[in-house]
């Protein structure tokens, strides 16, 4: 099927209309989402399952809507063009609200906050943000880390496509600091040994889901679901189900 539906969206002229029965934009009965599923606990692997917070804030929206969620995995830095594109509908990857992004998509109000922090090995001379200056540091290509590394004084920025795999140059000595979200950071290390967080966080952001700007029913459906979820209190359960309050 999934073959079916690559030749049918791939084809132009004549097929157009066939595509588009199965194409996201021509079927109603189901809400897209683009995710990067490598960004626990907002969105991960289980065998073979994606779960996780934005998975099933995403469910939860597309049930208030009638519809059924379809989550399709892809790397983080092309979510924001299937949303434009019209491959999907939503784009939930923990993914904050920022200027440049706004410039392309339009976001649901924020579901939650985030911070930027930073890993370092246990033994690190790396204290505070300011100690970043000049050394090699790792992020997730195209992310909000990526942006803030990009601006620290005489660092050299090694980009990788999943957070994980900076987290693992880090545990090898290959960087001498990881900048990424709070949750995951929390995430990555407690899987390895010998990494801690440093206290000072780097930025507070939001977290929303990314619509494509002419697609401006779906924003005020979803913002609706969302005021929703809030006010039921199943938007604190979701978070409270993955995060353990501190
Ligand atoms: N919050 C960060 C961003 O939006 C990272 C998101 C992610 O890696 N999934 O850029």
Do not use: W
Request: with cysteine; glycine share 8%; aromatic share 6%.
């Amino acid at each position: 099927m999934k073959l079916l539906k690559k030749i049918l969206c791939g084809l132009s002229a004549a097929a157009i209309l066939a595509a588009l029965s199965g194409c996201s934009g021509g079927d109603d009965t189901k809400l897209i989402m683009a995710t990067n599923a490598e960004f626990s606990p907002y969105e991960y692997h289980e065998g073979d399952a994606i779960v996780g917070i934005d998975v099933d804030i995403a469910t939860a929206i597309a049930k208030e809507m009638g519809k059924e969620l379809v989550v399709e995995d892809m790397a983080f830095d092309s979510i924001i063009a299937a949303v434009t594109s019209g491959k999907a509908d939503i784009g939930v990857a923990g993914m904050t609200v920022d200027p440049d992004r706004l410039k392309s998509v339009n976001f649901s109000d924020p579901y939650t906050t985030a911070t930027q922090v930073i890993i370092v090995s246990e033994g690190s001379i790396v204290a505070t943000p300011d100690d970043l200056k000049g050394k090699k540091v790792g992020v997730q290509l195209g992310t909000t880390g990526d942006q803030y590394a990009s601006d620290i004084e005489g660092a050299s920025i090694e980009r990788y496509n999943k957070g994980f795999e900076a987290v693992q140059a880090l545990t090898q000595g290959k960087i001498d600091a990881v900048i990424i979200d709070n949750e995951p950071a929390k995430v990555f290390v407690s899987q390895s040994e010998g990494l801690k967080i440093l206290d000072e966080e780097f930025t507070t952001e939001e977290y929303a889901i990314a619509i494509a700007k002419e697609n401006t029913q779906l924003l005020n459906d979803v913002n609706a679901a969302l005021a929703k979820l809030k006010e039921s209190g199943e938007l604190q359960a979701i978070i409270d189900k993955y995060i353990s309050a501190e």
